[in-house]
């Protein structure tokens, strides 16, 4: 069974910096697709970014454009989310989640797309 487990959340002053870590196992497909979605209480879900590993493929929410960056270690199986310039906004239950190969066309921000996800990290940015 594929399982992504998140890594590296925790608590950071507004501007800071951290990296979140997405460790996906028995992810054996040829092309891989994972996304990172972050929810706040009383907040709906929010795709933000998400990376194809054909070519490296990345796409981001104009939420985090310019501050986040996320990355892909095909030998690791691992996906890393690059997040600076944090604000109090960022903060939430931050998920990553892995799909089938469908293609690119079917490796978006929608969390239809997924089909294995991980249990979160909480992400907490005081200002």
């Known amino acids: 069974q594929v399982r992504p487990v998140e890594s590296g959340g925790g608590s950071v002053q507004a501007g800071g910096s951290l990296r979140l870590s997405c460790a996906v196992s028995?992810?054996?497909?040829?092309?891989?697709?994972v996304g990172w979605f972050r929810q706040a209480p009383g907040k709906e879900r929010e795709g933000f970014a998400r990376i194809y590993s054909d070519g490296d493929v990345t796409d981001y929410a104009d939420s985090v454009t310019g501050r986040f960056t996320i990355s892909l270690d095909n030998v690791k199986n691992t996906v890393y989310l690059q997040m600076d310039s944090l604000k109090p906004e960022d903060t939430g239950m931050y998920s990553c989640?892995?799909?089938?190969?469908?293609?690119?066309?079917?490796?978006?921000?929608?969390?239809?797309?997924?089909?294995?996800w991980g249990q979160g990290t909480q992400v907490t940015v005081s200002s």
């Open positions: 028995r992810y054996t497909y040829n092309k891989k697709c």
């Open positions: 989640a892995a799909s089938y190969d469908y293609g690119i066309s079917s490796c978006t921000l929608k969390a239809f797309d997924y089909n294995y």
